[in-house]
């Protein structure tokens, strides 16, 4: 429980809380009608947006998962740094799928479901978003809690972390539920800024402090004992870490590229920005803050690597040569921060750090909860309902979800990689929302029938979370799954489209956008 958390530090990340309630509070004025509760009234700028939308994908799971990547596989792990930059680069530069999907003027991606392929599609499109994204979410809580057990040197489990983690989750439900994405967007921008301090003060920490430095991190890639005699570049190459491979690269290539583009929360910034083609320059220009959302937490991993392997007391909970890790790859990179920076300066970090907490919850939480009251409850509904009703169920179900998540994170115990896990929930929906989408808007003969298909080729992806290797299935590669969920999603839309093709007295649902 070492830690060079003081009083100062305290001070900072209880103001900056307090800040953050204030935002929701002025924000809550500018709320109308459910086009500035979603989408902001569509009048996102560029630099804002960029801003924001790195606020939103920059959270502190995000931070921990890559951090835990780096601290596993060394400097490998940027290969999906690579990967996802490359992504948004290609999404800005060509404006696939985003540019028409803003065109469109939709306020959800099943909303467009609705209008190409019908109501049945879109609450069937809306269900599978739905319980994705919530899924997606179940390790937010643990991991934030993680963090702030050892930055703050609290007990694990014990009162004080469940009244910090329960504060925590109550402000951004409160700002989020009152401002909508308003709130959010003006939240993201101060978090943003925050976290942008944050990754500055730790980075040159890693660097340039006498315990580490870049170059006692390349050695130690080099030397890990975890590779077990592997060749030398297997803390550098991602096609010789038995965590990765060929079938995982492909994998990492086709969720980025579907996440860039329909990614809900993600998403949400290109149909709240000012026009189509602000929505394809978001993306390019944020290609370079989705690899420093990779590259930098993996550099803190491997640094931690450095201060683990050369700390005897720690080395000895985390590589024990007699019985079972007290500590695992999950808690290295908050222990390094809490041990290496110094008083003021790690409150500053911790604001950051919780400050991604927030930036992240808050976007996802919104995004959730309008997806199934816009794609769910109100297609569903023989009344339509009224603006107002619509916000206030949004509200009701960022409250419930967040109740959701704090008893799934206590209760889900993931025994693979944080980031396999988020890759795997975001694949039961992104392999049909890919297919769907990309046919409906590229395909004119994409069919109800190969959108049904699609989406439900998505629920393959559930295999991804299934611990086989405990059930006694060793053999079991998530990673194929996954690929094979996209595959069979592609599959089923273009044979059934085929097979069963629309009538052409079909006609799509003219879904309102209010």
């Known amino acids: 429980m070492q830690t060079n958390f003081g009083t100062l530090d305290w001070i900072i990340v209880c103001l900056y809380g307090v800040g953050s309630i204030g935002i929701g509070l002025i924000c ?207 803390g550098f190459d991602p096609l010789a870490v038995g965590d990765f491979g060929w079938i995982y690269i492909v994998w990492m290539v086709a969720v980025n590229l579907s996440a860039c583009a329909l990614w809900f929360p993600g998403t949400t910034r290109a149909l709240s920005s000012k026009d189509h083609g602000t929505a394809k320059r978001l993306f390019a220009w944020s290609a370079l803050s989705y690899f420093a959302r990779v590259a930098f937490p993996v550099m803190w991993g491997v640094a931690a690597f450095v201060l683990v392997s050369n700390t005897p007391e720690l080395k000895a909970q985390f590589f024990p040569d007699v019985g079972e890790p007290v500590l695992g790859s999950k808690d290295a990179m908050p222990i390094l921060f809490a041990r290496v920076i110094p008083s003021g300066l790690l409150g500053l970090l911790a604001a950051g750090m919780m400050a991604a907490f927030m930036s992240t919850h808050d976007s996802y939480l919104l995004a959730w909860s309008a997806v199934i009251t816009q794609d769910i409850v109100a297609p569903l509904r023989k009344r339509p309902m009224s603006t107002r009703g619509r916000i206030w169920l949004t509200r009701a179900l960022i409250i419930a979800i967040g109740l959701f998540l704090l008893l799934w994170g206590l209760w889900f115990e993931i025994e693979d990689s944080v980031w396999n896990y988020m890759a795997g929930t975001g694949t039961i929906y992104l392999a049909g929302a890919l297919s769907c989408v990309g046919a409906g808007l590229y395909w004119k003969r994409a069919s109800r029938m190969g959108a049904r298909a699609a989406l439900v080729a998505g629920i393959l992806g559930v295999g991804t979370m299934i611990p086989w290797e405990r059930l006694g299935y060793p053999g079991v590669d998530v990673r194929l799954i996954a690929v094979l969920t996209f595959a069979l999603a592609i599959v089923g839309m273009v044979a059934c489209s085929l097979i069963f093709p629309d009538r052409p007295a079909a006609e799509p649902e003219e879904a309102p956008s209010e």
Request: proline share 2%; charged share 15%; with cysteine.
């Open 28 to 234: 809550r004025k500018y709320i109308r009608n459910m086009s500035d509760y979603l989408v902001a009234g569509r009048s996102v700028r560029l630099w804002l947006g960029v801003a924001t939308l790195t606020g939103t994908e920059l959270g502190l799971v995000t931070i921990m998962y890559n951090a835990e990547m780096g601290f596993r596989n060394g400097f490998a792990a940027l290969h999906i740094g690579i990967v996802v930059a490359l992504c948004s680069l290609f999404i800005g530069l060509t404006g696939f799928i985003v540019s028409r999907l803003r065109q469109e003027g939709v306020m959800t991606i099943p909303e467009y479901y609705g209008r190409r392929y019908g109501k049945d599609v879109r609450v069937l499109g809306g269900i599978m978003l739905a319980l994705s994204g919530i899924l997606n979410m179940g390790l937010f809580l643990k991991m934030g809690a993680i963090f702030v057990q050892h930055v703050l040197g609290l007990e694990p489990d014990g009162d004080k972390l469940k009244l910090v983690m329960s504060v925590m989750l109550v402000l951004v439900l409160l700002y989020t539920a009152l401002g909508g994405l308003v709130s959010v967007i003006f939240t993201d921008f101060v978090q943003f800024l925050v976290v942008g301090g944050g990754l500055i003060v730790a980075t040159g920490y890693c660097l340039f402090s006498e315990q580490l430095g870049w170059h006692r991190m390349v050695e130690a890639v080099v030397q890990n004992p975890a590779f077990e005699g592997a060749k030398p570049t297997r």
